[in-house]
């Protein structure tokens, strides 16, 4: 498991299990594996995904498969409400509501908003 950046290239794995099975004929096997926030977070950025690459082998044969998944991580999205009618050369007073879905506290938010006939944004430090 690594981390893939927004330009597609991969990091250096994080997690690598291995795991023995013997499958019956006609049968199938489940090996589950979960990865916490604890775990990937540190190696994501906001742009990137997850790569899972699993390769087996049957040791009978020789034979190998492999399959890669890429996993998106998404973010969460902000609501804007216009709390009052918007007008020209007047302040508008918005309510921003963002909820984070992470196991630990945010901080250090920077809020700025851009927009036609804004010249100068002015950002909001939270």
């Given amino acids: ?7 597609g290239v991969a990091a250096a794995p994080f997690r690598q ?4 099975r013997a499958v019956p004929p006609g049968q199938e096997e489940t090996v589950t594996m979960t990865v916490a926030y604890a775990e990937y977070g540190p190696h994501v950025g906001d742009q990137d995904a997850l790569k899972l690459t699993v390769a087996g082998a049957v ?16 973010t969460p ?3 804007l409400t216009l709390l009052a009618p ?30 036609a006939g804004i010249s100068c944004p002015k950002p909001f430090h939270m």
Avoid: D, I, W
């Fill in 86 to 115: 918007a007008v020209v050369g007047q302040e508008t007073p918005v309510q921003v509501v963002f909820q984070n879905p992470l196991p630990e506290a945010l901080s250090g938010a920077t809020l700025r908003m851009e927009g």
């Fill in 77 to 79: 999205e902000l609501t």
């Fill in 1 to 7: 498991l690594c981390a893939v950046r927004y330009t």
């Fill in 17 to 20: 299990e291995q795991h023995r």
């Fill in 59 to 74: 040791e009978e044969t020789g034979q190998v498969v492999a399959k890669e998944l890429r996993v998106r991580l998404h």
